[in-house]
Each structure stands twice: as structure tokens, then as C-alpha cells.
């Protein structure tokens, strides 16, 4: 019993460290974005950050299969995941509500002027949207933890997925103990 219990400890405190280490890289990307004013380099960051994120997930769950033969990687993924959306959502919320407050003023006033140009919005929109820039913060805090989670578990299933087939469907002692029963 003990065992067990000392082994999920320790399979918690890896995926923690593991998913902010897997945080870090979108935690970076993110602040590095709102540092910069070219949208293009936002765009090329954020694609750098996904392909990064889901190499680094992929080396992460292929170091914890190999030292953990027995164990699912794909649990191990979507743990990972789990925590580094929780960091990620954090952040988010942080972001949006005291480093960079500005950034959403900006925003939602240049979609107001393009209602504008483009005519007159009904009042319960506008309405609606003032609502949202009250709240950014928090919606933008719930939407990324949902977003990280969904995507960490997509791609938990697809690594996973592929490094079984890597690994082979019989292992090296099913292999030797198997040759002998097929001689002809």
C-alpha cells in the first residue's frame, strides 16, 4: 500500500514540475506578444509556442514511459496538461487584469470603432460588450484554462498514440522467449 500511495505522489509531483515547465514556454510567448506591436510577430511567436508545447509534451511523455514502462503516458499527458492549464489560465488572469489592463481598453475600442464605420450597434450589444471588457480578466482566465486542457488532451491521445506504435506491439522478452515456438 505504501508503495502505491509514495508512487502517485511522485507521479503528481513529476507532472507538476513537468506542467510548469510546459507553462513556462506559453507564459513567455504570451508576455513576449504584449511586448510587441507587429502582429505578424505575434502570429509567428504563437505558432513557434504551439509547435514548441507540443514537441516538449511529446519528449515530456516519452521520458515518463520509458522510466514508467507499466503506466499510461496518455494519463500522464493530460495530467500534465491539466496543471500547466491551471498556471496558463493564472497567468492569463494576471495578464489582463494588472500587467496589461490597457491592452484590452485598446482592443475592444478599435472593435467599437469598426461597428462604427460599418453602422450603428444596438444598445443591447453594446451593452454586452462593455460587460466583457468589465470582465476580460476572468473570461479570458476560464476560456484558456478550457483551451489548454482540450488541446493538452488532444495531443496527450495523439502522442501517446504514436509512441505505442514506436514501441512495438511485443516486447524484447516476448520477442526472445517467442522464437523457438515458430520454428518449422
Known amino acids: 500500500m ?39 510577430l505575434g502570429m509567428l511567436l504563437w505558432a ?12 515530456i511523455m516519452k521520458r515518463y514511459g520509458n522510466t514508467h514502462p507499466d503506466e499510461s ?19 492569463a488572469f494576471i495578464e489582463y487584469q494588472f500587467l496589461f489592463p490597457d491592452a484590452v481598453a485598446e482592443a475592444f475600442e478599435q472593435t467599437f470603432s469598426t461597428f462604427d464605420q460599418l453602422g450603428s450597434l444596438p444598445e443591447e450589444v453594446t451593452d454586452m460588450l462593455l460587460k466583457m471588457q468589465d470582465n476580460y480578466a476572468q473570461i479570458s482566465c476560464i476560456t484558456t484554462f478550457f483551451w489548454c486542457t482540450l488541446l493538452g488532451i488532444l495531443f496527450s491521445a495523439i502522442i501517446s498514440n504514436v509512441q505505442k506504435r514506436q ?10 522467449s517467442g522464437d523457438d515456438e515458430f520454428n518449422f
Open 2 to 40: 505504501e508503495q502505491t500511495a509514495s508512487t502517485g505522489n511522485s507521479k503528481w509531483g513529476l507532472a507538476a514540475r513537468d506542467g510548469l515547465i510546459l507553462a513556462a514556454v506559453t507564459v513567455v510567448v504570451s508576455t513576449l506578444t504584449f511586448l510587441t506591436e507587429s502582429t505578424f
Open 48 to 59: 513557434v509556442k504551439l509547435g514548441g508545447s507540443i514537441w516538449l509534451l511529446s519528449v
Open 73 to 91: 503516458t496518455f494519463s500522464y499527458g493530460v495530467i500534465v496538461c491539466l496543471l500547466s492549464a491551471i498556471v496558463c489560465a493564472v497567468w
Open 167 to 176: 514501441r512495438g506491439v511485443f516486447t524484447d522478452e516476448e520477442m526472445k
